[in-house]
T-cell receptor
Framework: AQTVTQSQPEMSVQEAETVTLSCTYD???????LFWYKQPPSRQMILVIRQEAYKQQNATENRFSVNFQKAAKSFSLKISDSQLGDTAMYFCAFMKMKTSYDKVIFGPGTSLSVIP | DSGVTQTPKHLITATGQRVTLRCSPRSGDLSVYWYQQSLDQGLQFLIQ???????AKGNILERFSAQQFPDLHSELNLSSLELGDSALYFCASRGGGGGHTGELFFGEGSRLTVL
């Protein structure tokens, strides 16, 4: 069974600085998706970034980028120029790519606080 | 706006009661997922439906049941409620077939409080 681990329960970063959130996963699959979701205090779940495992290039979305290391089964999220609005819980998630109806496995989350 | 609609947004009830949470997925999405998030906890996968059929089951209690109807909306039924069932219940949907990008689109959640 697939598992997702986030080893940092809480992190903090100064506004405008850069922070990296860690995620590791365990799977025997070769094709899969990885995601980072953000959950601000409003509790809404918001997709931050997506990575397909067959793509070697790391995904980027504005200030958010990932470091995807397939062999190491690592998928870290880098947030550059941190803003107060980045304060949220961040969840790493995994999904097999085999079918269109596989479940999505979430990690336990990392609570990020951006300090003014 | 994700396009996923959940009702009710808030619900307060007593122990032993039964409630139904409703979810309307994004237009055209065939998969519906239900997750439970207790206070300061992660997302616990409950159950998934694809085009009306149950496809995957997580740590869903026997007191809980769900279904997906022909119009693709889904309902999560929670019965014999206990204090520990108080949580935020998320519904999410996802496209099916080729061309989908994989991610789940979440509703705003239904916050259940059991007193």
């Amino acid at each position: 069974a697939q598992t997702v681990t986030q080893s940092q329960p809480e992190m903090s970063v100064q506004e405008a600085e850069t922070v990296t959130l860690s995620c590791t996963y365990d799977t025997s699959e070769s094709n899969y998706y990885l995601f980072w979701y953000k959950q601000p205090p409003s509790r809404q779940m918001i997709l931050v970034i997506r990575q397909e495992a067959y793509k070697q290039q790391n995904a980027t979305e504005n200030r958010f980028s990932v470091n995807f290391q397939k062999a190491a089964k690592s998928f870290s999220l880098k947030i550059s120029d941190s803003q107060l609005g980045d304060t949220a819980m961040y969840f790493c998630a995994f999904m097999k790519m085999k079918t269109s109806y596989d479940k999505v496995i979430f990690g336990p989350g990392t609570s990020l606080s951006v300090i003014p | 706006d994700s396009g996923v609609t959940q009702t009710p947004k808030h619900l307060i009830t007593a122990t032993g009661q039964r409630v139904t949470l409703r979810c309307s997925p994004r237009s055209g999405d065939l998969s519906v997922y239900w997750y439970q998030q207790s206070l300061d906890q992660g997302l616990q996968f409950l159950i998934q439906y694809y085009n009306g059929e149950e496809r995957a089951k997580g740590n869903i209690l026997e007191r809980f049941s769900a279904q997906q109807f022909p119009d693709l909306h889904s309902e999560l039924n929670l019965s014999s409620l206990e204090l520990g069932d108080s949580a935020l219940y998320f519904c999410a949907s996802r496209g099916g077939g080729g061309g989908h990008t994989g991610e789940l689109f979440f509703g705003e959640g239904s916050r259940l409080t059991v007193l």
